[in-house]
Nanobody, 127 residues
Framework: VQLVESGGDSVQAGGSLRLSCAAS????????MLWFRQAPGGKRVGVAS????????FYDDSVKGRFTISQDNAQNTLYLQMDNLKPEDTAVYYC??????????????????????WGPGTQVTVS
């Protein structure tokens, strides 16, 4: 599985960005797609996840109502629409993929950072 993020940029608080993640490889190994972020000096933490076959989405409380995760029908591109951005959203954003047997295993309780496939990240700066 290969993942490549794009769309990171510098924006002012209150602005919007849409991140993309181009995904390829064995589709069953990426039936749970996630976005993580890592702020300077911080740990990598989960932001949102999607289990496309059931349309199930999950969000961290810090982004609920502001961020929207989605994926195209071919499951080749993952998106993160980020609205009403805040300075605390500044981070490197990573796309991650993993294969799980049910959507419950794509939920925040299972957002470990020691599993799955990862992209190189894209920088988002909010000032």
């Amino acid at each position: 599985v290969q993942l490549v993020e794009s769309g990171g940029d510098s924006v002012q608080a209150g602005g919007s960005l849409r991140l993309s993640c181009a995904a390829s490889g064995y589709i069953r190994a990426r039936n749970c797609m996630l976005w993580f972020r890592q702020a300077p000096g911080g740990k990598r933490v989960g932001v949102a996840s999607i289990y496309p076959s059931r349309g199930t989405t999950f969000y961290d409380d810090s982004v609920k109502g502001r961020f929207t995760i989605s994926q195209d029908n071919a499951q080749n591109t993952l998106y993160l629409q980020m609205d009403n951005l805040k300075p605390e959203d500044t981070a490197v954003y990573y796309c991650s993929a993993r294969g799980v047997p049910s959507d419950s295993l794509c939920s925040p309780d299972h957002w470990g950072t020691d599993v799955g496939y990862w992209g190189p990240g894209t920088q988002v700066t909010v000032s």
